[in-house]
């Protein structure tokens, strides 16, 4: 299952993306973390050792090389962008497999499986925009075979930023972290508005919770939407100044109503059914609009059809 954490900035969603992780590699279950925020800091995050990789972002034409396979409808890797969809011949892959992307990309933090898609640099600026690093996560994630006990969590970019490209729609569940403020839930508004139109799955949850009046304030701008919330916590901030440990024990010290925030989070995208038509049909929507706003005239080919009709999508492709 595919997890995306986003909220405004400041909101605790790098925090969350890292306590979910964690919680899930405790647990034994087989989790990925990928940082796809602008500001890299899920590593530190996750807190413990890190054993870093190479970046995705910088390594895109490479990415794109060993995801095209024996794609017919792909002419050259130049001519995949980020929303070139899998067909028959493509790649496939599955979460932390034995291939040259995982085993060249993975790292570990904090004891987790860990990609950076890498931080936006001074070569970068005024001639590249970091959506185009995030890229690399788009088509990671279009290519991949994950399944039910499987979790990808990815930290995504803050605020309404995450609409700049498809990204947002590859996800089975996409938890919105928002204080109890007016600018907490103001990125939430943005959100709901817009994925309610690709029918994109949201819950909040809700952080830095202080008293019944904080909740209440949440309660009464989110309604339903509002799955749990986090509370104010010693312990987390004490791990953001180095001061807990990072083995997999180190989360039984975390307070009992977080602990049990984690859990919700973890059964509510448990109980959540993967629609891989849904998630193919979103795949397909944005790689039109990109190939009608700017791709084709780029690379001067017809990009539509790199779109495979006969496809089936979450089964292997076919030679």
Same mark, same amino acid.
């Given at each position: 299952?595919?997890?995306?954490?986003?909220? @405004?900035?400041?909101?605790?969603?790098?925090?969350?993306?890292?306590?979910?992780?964690?919680?899930?590699?405790?647990?034994?279950?087989?989790?990925?973390?990928?940082?796809?925020?602008?500001?890299?800091?899920?590593?530190?995050?996750?807190?413990?050792?890190?054993?870093?990789?190479?970046? #995705?972002?910088?390594? &895109?034409?490479?990415?794109? @090389?060993?995801?095209?396979?024996?794609?017919?409808?792909?002419?050259?890797?130049?001519?995949?962008? @980020?929303?070139?969809?899998?067909?028959?011949?493509?790649?496939?892959?599955?979460?932390?497999?034995?291939?040259?992307?995982?085993?060249?990309?993975?790292?570990?933090?904090?004891?987790?499986?860990?990609?950076?898609?890498?931080?936006? $640099?001074?070569?970068?600026?005024?001639?590249?925009?970091?959506?185009? @690093?995030?890229?690399? &996560?788009?088509?990671?994630? +279009?290519?991949? #075979?994950?399944? =039910?006990?499987?979790?990808?969590?990815?930290?995504?970019?803050?605020?309404?930023?995450?609409?700049? +490209?498809?990204?947002?729609?590859?996800?089975?569940?996409?938890?919105?972290?928002?204080?109890?403020?007016?600018?907490? &839930?103001?990125?939430?508004?943005?959100?709901?508005?817009?994925?309610?139109?690709?029918?994109?799955?949201?819950?909040?949850?809700?952080?830095?919770?202080?008293?019944?009046?904080?909740? #209440?304030?949440?309660?009464?701008?989110?309604?339903?939407?509002?799955?749990?919330?986090? &509370?104010?916590?010693?312990?987390?901030?004490?791990?953001?100044?180095?001061?807990?440990?990072?083995?997999?024990?180190?989360?039984?010290?975390?307070?009992?109503?977080?602990?049990?925030?984690?859990?919700?989070?973890?059964?509510?995208?448990?109980?959540?059914?993967?629609?891989?038509?849904?998630?193919?049909?979103?795949?397909?929507?944005?790689?039109?609009?990109?190939?009608?706003?700017?791709?084709?005239?780029?690379?001067?080919?017809? #990009?539509?059809?790199?779109? $495979? =009709?006969?496809?089936?999508?979450?089964?292997?492709?076919?030679?």
């Amino acid at each position: 299952m595919r997890i995306a954490f986003v909220g @405004k900035g400041g909101s605790g969603k790098t925090t969350l993306s890292a306590l979910f992780s964690r919680h899930l590699a405790r647990s034994g279950a087989p989790v990925l973390a990928i940082d796809g925020d602008i500001n890299q800091h899920l590593a530190e995050a996750l807190g413990g050792e890190e054993v870093p990789a190479p970046p #995705l972002g910088t390594h &895109v034409s490479e990415i794109k @090389k060993f995801l095209r396979g024996d794609n017919p409808r792909i002419t050259s890797p130049d001519a995949m962008i @980020k929303t070139t969809p899998p067909g028959r011949g493509s790649r496939l892959l599955r979460p932390l497999g034995d291939d040259d992307l995982h085993a060249r990309h993975v790292g570990r933090a904090g004891g987790v499986p860990l990609m950076v898609t890498g931080e936006f $640099d001074e070569s970068d600026l005024g001639v590249a925009c970091y959506h185009s @690093k995030l890229g690399a &996560v788009e088509l990671y994630l +279009s290519h991949l #075979l994950d399944g =039910p006990g499987e979790y990808v969590v990815v930290d995504m970019t803050a605020g309404a930023d995450a609409f700049a +490209s498809g990204l947002f729609t590859r996800f089975d569940i996409t938890f919105l972290v928002a204080e109890p403020t007016r600018k907490g &839930v103001s990125v939430y508004r943005q959100y709901r508005d817009h994925a309610e139109q690709f029918g994109i799955r949201i819950a909040v949850v809700g952080n830095k919770v202080t008293c019944e009046d904080d909740l #209440l304030f949440l309660k009464e701008q989110v309604g339903d939407d509002l799955l749990t919330h986090l &509370v104010h916590s010693p312990w987390v901030r004490a791990a953001e100044q180095g001061r807990t440990g990072a083995g997999p024990d180190a989360l039984n010290s975390l307070e009992p109503h977080n602990r049990h925030a984690l859990t919700v989070l973890r059964e509510a995208v448990d109980s959540h059914p993967r629609d891989w038509d849904r998630l193919h049909r979103h795949a397909v929507e944005f790689h039109l609009r990109n190939v009608r706003a700017w791709a084709d005239a780029r690379t001067g080919e017809d #990009l539509a059809a790199q779109v $495979d =009709p006969d496809y089936v999508p979450g089964g292997p492709a076919n030679s």
